[in-house]
């Protein structure tokens, strides 16, 4: 057995979490060719990097397939059901910010809070006979978030991708996203609800609280704690 | 735990109680179109009832209770007066905690009646209270019309009448309202500058979306009228909040009300119908001096009770969902009859938790 760890298979969030890793003597790589998703691990023994989609890290963890893995702390909250008793937060990383936000067109002047989106949603059911829509690909915490705050009316709308084009597309009329400067909302003639900030997520180190390990497996996690200095 | 077999053989017994009292036993599909569900109780439905859905028929949903199906069933060919009864499972998500089951049976009564209301309320009651002696359970009652009535009552505009009438069970926001409408919570400061603004749509960014700018332009309106009209007077709030805060039996909560009706006429008629309930409870033996009324109960709840509302609790098992709950829901009638409307009032019993209590007795 080992240690294995799960870190997001390409892109910005890879590099950044190689970084991190670096700068504190655990040296993470790719092996082998681009193309091949296996990784190797240096400067500790007994753990295997595992490179799997940021998206895919809080079911294996959670599953206990693998036993620490790097993602947005969106997606663990977005995919998980009581997560704080399926994994543990170790380190947050300082990089991957973003908010999951909520926004609307621009032109609509008259909607600049929850209460004001609330209030648009009854008018416009009335007026169109359906729901208004909200595109997201985050269902659970925006429908937590609009319960808790006791918005009305609305539907949302599944988009896993180009979810700013939404509105413009008529498919829906606002849009729940994660957004880092909020370029493209701009961008895309929308902006923010003052009281619009569902979650505020950055690439995090989580331990699953489920995978099994043997007693050498268990020395090798103390050490690599005691390396990285996070508390388990 | 009981078993499946145990469980069943209750919810069989308890049936046959509510047959012997008139009822004509009714089935229904697991399986309900999610569209009617969605529209009934809106996004947060999907929080508490699994859904699954095909190519053909589109998004379905694993019945999360019998009323809607059973009061569908009703308005396209039911004979008037009508009671049901029936036995089956239910399916309800549970995604923050693991301990509930998402899986339960249930077993129903339901009465459509235009004729004398109050005895209809406490004959569903009265059945189910007896159903579930000799268990001590602690039942508590509560009035969803008097809340309406007050609503109804106060002297605001219309369309702020409507909006805390829309939220009454969604208790954060009806607060936020209210404060707002009373002029304790301060204008947000866009609203503020909106309200300022002489022509808000010059400058406005393109038009994107299916939401007009005439529908953008009406509510502008709406907010200036909303900014001129008086706000609602401390006093009228503070009679909301005294209902909310009935807290006491039966005989006192009736009093209590009766002394608020004096300053807010417009409950009089929802008050006279409590105590023609109290009355009809009576009747029935239940001992309403020891039966508790609660003006906020049943707030959080399925918004469908617009009416009389109840539950009975284990008293020594607090972290326990309610054995039995139920209530009138006269305005889901209307949603659903597509242009009909009866009086209506039900109750449904989870002879799983029955058992358990049993066993733990």
């Given at each position: 057995m080992s240690v294995k760890l799960g870190v997001p298979s390409k892109g910005r969030l890879m590099e950044k979490t190689f970084d991190w890793f670096g700068a504190r003597g655990i040296g993470l790589a790719r092996s082998g060719s681009e193309r091949e998703y296996a990784g190797a691990v240096e400067g500790v023994e007994g753990v295997e990097l595992v490179l799997l989609s940021a998206g895919e890290i809080p079911r294996e963890l959670a599953a206990g397939r693998i036993h620490l893995g790097v993602t947005g702390t969106d997606l663990v909250r977005e995919k998980l059901g009581q997560w704080e008793q399926r994994v543990a937060v170790l380190a947050e990383l300082g990089f991957g910010q973003a908010d999951l936000i909520i926004a609307v067109p621009q032109c609509w002047v008259d909607v600049d809070t929850l209460d004001d989106l609330d209030a648009a949603a009854a008018a416009f059911r009335a007026e169109h006979g359906f729901r208004l829509r909200i595109a997201t690909k985050y269902h659970r915490l925006v429908r937590d978030f609009l319960r808790e705050n006791g918005v009305a009316d609305y539907q949302l709308v599944d988009s896993q991708g180009a979810t700013e084009g939404t509105v413009k597309n008529l498919t829906a009329e606002a849009v729940a996203d994660i957004t880092s400067t909020g370029e493209t909302l701009r961008a895309n003639h929308l902006k923010l609800l003052a009281d619009g900030l569902v979650l505020r997520s950055q690439a995090t180190l989580y331990r699953s609280r489920s995978a099994p390990m043997e007693g050498p497996?268990?020395?090798?996690?103390?050490?690599?704690?005691?390396?990285?200095?996070?508390?388990? | 735990m009981p078993q499946r077999a145990e469980i069943r053989a209750r919810a069989d017994a308890l049936r046959a109680r509510f047959e012997a009292a008139g009822a004509v036993r009714v089935e229904t599909s697991v399986l309900q179109p999610a569209e009617v569900l969605l529209d009934l109780y809106g996004e947060d439905i999907r929080a508490r009832a699994y859904v699954t859905s095909d190519a053909l028929r589109g998004e379905q949903m694993l019945r999360p209770d019998f009323t809607v199906p059973v009061v569908q069933m009703h308005m396209e060919h039911g004979a008037e007066p009508a009671r049901y009864t029936y036995t089956g499972e239910v399916f309800r998500r549970q995604e923050d905690d693991a301990a509930r089951p998402n899986e339960y049976t249930q077993v129903g009564f339901e009465i459509f009646a235009r004729q004398a209301p109050a005895d209809a309320d406490a004959e569903v009651f009265a059945l189910i209270r007896d159903a579930l002696s000799p268990l001590d359970l602690r039942a508590a009652t509560g009035d969803i019309g008097i809340l309406?009535?007050?609503?109804?009552?106060?002297?605001?505009t219309e369309p702020r009448k409507r909006a805390l009438a829309r939220h009454i069970w969604r208790p954060r926001r009806f607060r936020a309202l209210l404060e707002r409408y009373s002029g304790r919570a301060p204008v947000p400061p866009s609203r503020a500058a909106l309200l300022a603004d002489g022509d808000p749509l010059a400058r406005a960014a393109p038009l994107i979306g299916l939401r007009s700018k005439a529908e953008v332009a009406a509510r502008i309106a709406a907010l200036r009228e909303d900014a001129a009209a008086t706000p609602i007077s401390a006093v009228q709030v503070d009679l909301i909040d005294a209902i909310l805060d009935v807290?006491?039996?039966?005989?006192?909560?009736?009093?209590?009300?009766?002394?608020i009706a004096v300053d807010m006429p417009a409950i009089t008629e929802a008050v006279f119908c409590l105590q023609d309930r109290i009355e009809a409870l009576d009747k029935r033996g239940v001992?309403?001096?020891?039966?508790e009324f609660e003006g906020s109960y049943g707030r959080t709840q399925m918004e469908y009770y617009d009416g009389f509302v109840f539950g009975f609790y284990a008293g020594t098992r607090p972290d326990?969902?309610?054995v039995a709950t139920g209530g009138r829901y006269d305005a889901l009638t209307r949603v659903l009859g597509q242009g009909r409307e009866i009086p209506a009032v039900g109750g449904v019993i989870r002879p799983g938790l029955l058992l358990r209590l049993e066993d733990l007795a």
């Open positions: 497996d268990r020395e090798v996690m103390a050490a690599l704690e005691a390396r990285l200095g996070v508390e388990g | 309406k009535a007050a609503v109804q009552g106060l002297e605001t807290r006491e039996t039966l005989p006192y909560a009736l009093e209590r009300l009766r002394d001992d309403v001096g020891a039966l326990l969902p309610p």
